[in-house]
Every structure is written in C-alpha cells, then in structure tokens.
C-alpha cells in the first residue's frame, strides 16, 4: 500500500470536492418535491430520527434498504420492483428515510449549534429499535455509501439482529482518504472539522453548484442523475454536512471483527485516472482486513451509483447474496 499513498490522497482531495453529493442510489419513477413517491409511512413505529416505509410481500422475508448521504427511499424503487418480481420467493421491503435529508424535516437530526452532531450512528441505533419493536427475525440488511457505513455499524454493534449485510461502495474508515497513512479518527477530526464548517456555512447557491458539478462525475448514466440531485436539492444542508463530517472522522476498522454476519461488498474503481482497479482492490483488501469472511466484488463500468450505472450487475449481485 505505502507506493499507492500519493495517489490515495489525490483521490481523497477529489472526494473533499464531491463531498457534498455522496447522495442517493437506484430507483427509477417521477419524483415529488417532498421525495416520498411510490412509498407508505409504517404507521406502527414513531422516531425523530427516521421514517420507514414497507412494501411488497407483508408475509415474505425481510429486508432492509438504508440509501446514503442526502438521498430518498425513492432511490431505491427499481430494488423493490426487481424483488418483488422474483418468482416464488417474497420479500417485506423496509425502506428507510433519514430525516433532514430529501425533504423531511430534520426533526431529530437538526444541528441546532455550532458544532455538529451526529446522524449515521443515532439513525443505526434507530434501526436496531424498529427491528425489535417490529419482533423482524433477522433481517438482510443492503447500504449504500452512508447507508453502508449505517449498516456496518448496526451488524457490529447489534450482531444479534442482523441475518446479513450487503455494503455498497463503502470503505470502514472514510477518513484514510483524507489523510496521511496511519490516520485515526482523532487525528483526522480536525480535517473532519474543516469540511464540516466548508459545507455547512457555505451559500447556497454555491454549495448546490458543487454538489451538482460532484454528483455529475458520480453517475455515469445522464438519464439517472436527476433524482439524485433533487434530492440533494431537498435536504437541509447543515445536516448532510454534519453526516459527511461524521463519515470522515468515524473509524468502524476495529469493530469489524464483531460482525458474525455474511457480509458483502460491492465497490467501484475510484473515480480518478490515476486509480487502477488494482490499486482500488488493495485499498478494499486493506480496509476489510479486519472482517476476513467478507466478500469482496468490483463492479466494472460504474461509477459510485451503482444501482444507477450498472443495475443488472447490482440485481445479479444481490440475487446471489440472498440466495447464499
């Protein structure tokens, strides 16, 4: 890894700049200004930190689909259409809004001071709560991006809970990128620090012409890139600034040999030139080496949305891990 170290950090300056639009993954279907099309409010389960939305078979299996940095439940329609057409076998469809992002008030996740507060780790301590309240035996759980890191830390820190976990282009310690190697979560946390403040005071108008330019080189297909940025356009803008600074300054590495789950990650090559897939397969290799059973799957052609960019492959990977 130490002959990769400039070209990781040149990646981690590109990713400070896209910071803004680590936003939302598949689905497909016309959007509404409050980002709540083609979904139903679980009426049983009240949180200031979340909003969950059921479709598909109420008797099937259950599964759990946790969307990333400013994004919507609507990201995820064309999963829920692909499982739901699968032949013989039935899924309950748990789909997860955080609040503050897409549209929904912040609530419980407002930044109401100077500092931020976090988001990812209280909204994983929510789903832990819905998956109790709600008596789901184990149910499988897929994230991407944010939603990944919500999922890692809800399979480490809840393990009893969980019957597996899918990861989508997603790394354990986000702050790695941003920083010379050895970095840890304090040492990083002043980086964290500085993005936080970029992002969240920055005028709108500005912070939304990066986001869009970011979210632009994070999705290959122009056709699927729309939903993304109106949900970005939707969120309230300290708290996805607060998520992002959360993501850099938490390090899951050491709690990954808690999770007794299957567990899988789907990943693309970093979005700049000088990143070949190898060099992206060691930084995975690296970054899981502490979770051994995982398994690790590359995604060629795609960008960061994969489920965007590439959903057959997506559709076919998550097939096969559910059918494991």
């Known amino acids: 890894m130490s002959i990769t170290n400039l070209l990781v950090r040149a990646a981690a300056a590109a990713l400070i700049f896209a910071a803004p639009a680590a936003v939302a993954q598949d689905g497909h279907g016309a959007h509404n200004s409050q ?75 407002a930044q109401t001071g100077s500092a931020p507060t976090p988001v990812a780790a209280p909204v994983a301590e929510e789903i832990a709560r819905y998956i109790q309240e709600q008596g789901l035996t184990k149910p499988a759980v897929v994230g991407h991006s944010m939603g990944g890191t919500i999922g890692l830390m809800l399979a480490a820190r809840h393990p009893d809970q969980v019957g597996r976990l899918m990861v989508v282009d997603m790394i354990p310690f986000m702050g790695a990128m941003f920083a010379a190697p050895g970095a840890t979560a304090e040492t990083v946390a002043p980086v964290a620090d500085q993005i936080w403040a970029a992002q969240a005071n920055s005028p709108r108008d500005a912070y939304v012409a990066q986001a ?13 890139r729309e939903l993304a940025l109106q ?94």
């Open 35 to 109: 980002g709540h099309a083609h979904v139903r409010p679980h009426a049983g389960f009240q949180s200031d930190r979340i909003r969950v939305t059921v479709d598909g078979d109420m008797d099937g299996r259950d599964i759990i689909l946790i969307p990333g940095l400013s994004s919507s439940p609507e990201i995820w329609q064309g999963t829920v259409d692909h499982l739901a057409a699968q032949d013989g076998v039935g899924w309950r469809i748990h789909r997860i809004q955080i609040d503050g992002f897409a549209g929904a008030p912040p609530a419980g996740n």
């Open 212 to 224: 869009t330019a970011s979210i632009t080189g994070m999705i290959n297909t122009e056709a699927r």
């Open 231 to 324: 949900n970005m356009r939707d969120s309230d803008q300290k708290v996805s600034a607060a998520a992002f600074r959360e993501l850099v300054a938490t390090d899951l590495r050491p709690e990954l040999s808690r999770i007794t789950v299957p567990t899988e990650v789907l990943y693309v090559k970093f979005n700049d030139p000088r990143m070949t897939p190898q060099i992206t397969d060691a930084i995975y290799q690296a970054s899981y080496a502490g979770l051994p059973g995982a398994t690790l799957k590359r995604i060629d052609d795609s960008a960061h949305f994969i489920m965007f960019d590439q959903p057959q492959a997506f559709y076919g990977a998550l097939d096969d891990f559910l059918a494991r």
